[in-house]
């Protein structure tokens, strides 16, 4: 049996992950649905596969603590999956309760536990691992929480800049807080 892997992500409604200025967390849009819903997505057992740049921002936002959202509940027990961080530079062990660092190429490591591990797999943020995987065909669900913001001038990270093209079928859609959309869909590339 082959576990389902997650590519989810957070999204201006232009595409960026991130953006400078004065936005805070969540774009400062974040609700109750949105911290329900988000922590119930992370009570499933998973499997959490992060790049070692989006490890090390994570470490540094949990270490430093100024940001809001940084100890909602989904994010510590997110913290508290277990973890695989793909990177050929970092070295166990990490701060973070039970991650697995593991070198090599993100592709092959992917692959090895899709076809090994008995939860699914989900990774937040990790744009250019995950879009190499989902070129690889080894994303099976995109899931993109797209916020009600426009981040043309300070938007930073484009989520799927330098992406293959991808055909995308829509395969769940629902609206938290009145305004913040989640959209999951099934990846196939394009030609």
């Known amino acids: 049996m082959t576990a389902n892997y997650t590519f989810d992500v957070f999204s201006s409604l232009d595409g960026f992950g991130t953006a400078t200025g004065d936005w805070g967390g969540y774009w400062g849009k974040q609700g109750p649905e949105l911290l329900e819903h988000r922590r119930a997505l992370y009570d499933e057992d998973q499997r959490m596969i992060l790049g070692a740049n989006t490890y090390r921002a994570f470490a540094q936002l949990l270490a430093a603590d100024t940001e809001p959202g ?84 300070t938007g930073t990270e484009p989520i799927f800049g330098g992406a293959a093209d991808f055909d995308l079928e829509l395969i769940e859609a629902t609206t938290l807080d009145g305004n913040i959309q989640e959209l999951v869909y099934r990846p196939t590339l394009h030609g």
């Open 70 to 153: 940084v100890h909602d509940a989904w994010v510590e027990r997110m913290t508290h999956l277990p973890a695989t961080v793909v990177s050929t530079t970092l070295q166990a062990p990490l701060d973070w309760p039970d991650a697995t660092v593991v070198s090599g190429d993100a592709v092959d490591v992917v692959a090895r536990l899709k076809e090994e591990s008995p939860v699914p797999l989900r990774s937040h943020g990790s744009l250019s691992m995950n879009r190499a995987l989902m070129a690889a065909g080894l994303v099976d669900r995109v899931q993109v929480t797209v916020f009600p913001v426009i981040t043309g001038h």
